[in-house]
């Protein structure tokens, strides 16, 4: 027998109070923090969907074996099970630890880049991209021609697009190409998945032209879920075998652990090439420690050892994908538009759609962030003008293509009246989407804007 109640797969051993506040307080602390959740103290957030970076649960298991925590400088036990773990799973000999993603990320693509040097991939994360244009490189986004429609079921719509792949590298020359990264599963593209189809594709096409080909692996084991449930070819292997299967078509994976390595911070780089594992390990050296711990603490490397093997659990990914979709489907039910199939860690809500009315100059995603906030002390990100508008030479507003709101779901720290709390807020909130009025900003700085930027309500 089938039962319809998705169960959060743990019993709750710690508990941290969140706290309920007056729609009259949140009209203060918004006020305070100019508009911005981002200003926001957490504790003032009742429910914080802004990311799921950093921000999991960790399990009993975890916290017993940070007490097993080695903090020698070289060789520690801690790296030999941190190797272990992270060598059985991708399969490649050479594993380089570093504090967050963004970390292994400049180490390879600043090695790898440089002007002249061209990247391609289905979406660039933001760190991915701004590292490789720090190194002087080119960064081309190339998704499938199905991301672009909100609308249809496609199954895989985080796939790259093949086709212009091999129209890129004709174009630039396979010589100019430094690497092809496949970001499984598409963050900024939806959070959609990858299929292994779409893999084995790329990966040749790498092979053909001898170009590196790298896995931004961040969220592996979520994409693991989707390939075996919409790609009949998996059905039968378990979710780590998936994940397994795709790094052997790789030469290089990056990730930052802080996605499904489920703990607070970590990263690797893990390689096949000897002679680039060499050139990295010194660049990791000079800047963030010695080879076997990299910035990371002895017992944060035991926790992600235990968390890398958790998060393939076939309770917790059926938890997780199912969940994310109950929260997306129940507002999608309600009249709210989303990027639909929902995708692994977050919902995305159309707010270009839900606010027809408020012109991208005013920003419709913030002033959905803001009347989120605003009603039930929901906390969540705008991705569409405010962090991708910018101005032309004379000054005038280059909307983003998109006007988004991302609701990124933590790891195993919300349960399901957590969820049905932000579906009532949802439906208050789109009941009075008449009323909805625009922002303008009041002060910006030059890059990065959205993290710091003040707004006034029109
Ligand atoms: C989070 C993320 C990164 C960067 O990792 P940090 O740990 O935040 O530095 C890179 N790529 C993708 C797809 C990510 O989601």
Redesign the pocket.
């Known amino acids: 027998m089938e039962f319809k109640t998705i169960i959060e797969p743990f019993r709750i051993k710690s508990v941290e109070p969140v706290r309920m506040t007056t729609p009259d307080e949140r009209a203060y602390f918004l006020r305070e923090a100019h508009n911005n959740p981002f200003l926001l103290p957490s504790d003032k957030v009742l429910i914080d969907l802004l990311t799921d970076?950093?921000t999991s649960a960790m399990s009993s298991r975890q916290w017993a074996a940070m007490m097993l925590g080695d903090e020698s400088y070289a060789g520690a036990k801690s790296w030999e099970r941190f190797y272990a773990e992270i060598n059985d799973l991708t399969g490649m000999p050479h594993v380089l630890p570093a504090h967050?993603?963004?970390?292994a990320?400049r180490i390879l693509y600043g090695h790898l880049g440089g002007k002249g040097k061209y990247f391609f991939s289905n979406t660039h994360?933001d760190?991915?991209r701004a590292n490789i244009e720090f190194s002087g490189g080119t960064a081309i986004d190339l998704p499938c021609p199905e991301a672009r429609d909100f609308d249809s079921d496609k199954p895989f719509k985080g796939d790259l697009d093949a086709e212009a792949l091999e129209q890129q590298i004709r174009k630039v020359g396979a010589a100019n190409v430094a690497a092809v990264i496949l970001?499984v599963t598409n963050?900024?593209g939806g959070g959609q998945p990858v299929s292994m189809a779409n893999a084995k594709a790329v990966a040749g096409i790498c092979k053909q032209h001898h170009i590196p080909f790298v896995l931004?692996c961040?969220?592996i084991a979520e994409n693991a879920y989707f390939i075996r449930h919409r790609e009949p070819a998996y059905a039968h292997l378990s979710y780590r075998e998936i994940a397994q299967e795709m790094f052997a078509l790789a030469d290089a994976a990056?990730m930052?652990?802080?996605?499904d390595g489920l703990v607070n911070m970590g990263?690797f780089l893990a390689l096949r090439d000897p002679k680039l594992a060499e050139a990295c390990t010194n660049l990791l050296i000079i800047t963030e420690g010695f080879a076997t711990y990299g910035g990371l603490s002895g017992r944060d490397m035991e926790a992600i050892a235990v968390g890398l093997e958790e998060v393939f659990e076939a309770d917790y990914l059926h938890y997780r994908i199912r969940s994310t979709a109950y929260l997306g489907e129940k507002i999608r039910a309600l009249g709210v538009p989303v990027i639909y199939p929902i995708g692994g860690h977050a919902v995305y809500v159309d707010a270009k759609r839900l606010y027809p009315h408020i012109p991208p100059e005013q920003f419709p995603g913030q002033a959905l962030v803001c009347a989120l906030y605003q009603t039930g002390g929901v906390r969540t990100v705008e991705v569409g003008s405010v962090m991708f508008g910018k101005y032309d030479a004379k000054g005038a507003f280059v909307p983003a293509q998109q006007e988004l709101v991302r609701l990124a779901i933590p790891r195993r720290v919300y349960t399901q009246s957590h969820m049905d709390y932000v579906i009532e807020v949802f439906d208050a909130v789109q009941r009075r989407r008449a009323e909805a009025k625009g922002y303008r900003i009041t002060h910006e700085p030059p890059f990065l804007r959205h993290f710091t930027a003040h707004f006034e309500a029109l």
């Open positions: 970076s950093g967050q993603g963004r970390a990320e994360f760190t991915t970001t963050n900024s931004d961040c969220r990056i930052s652990i802080k996605k990263g």
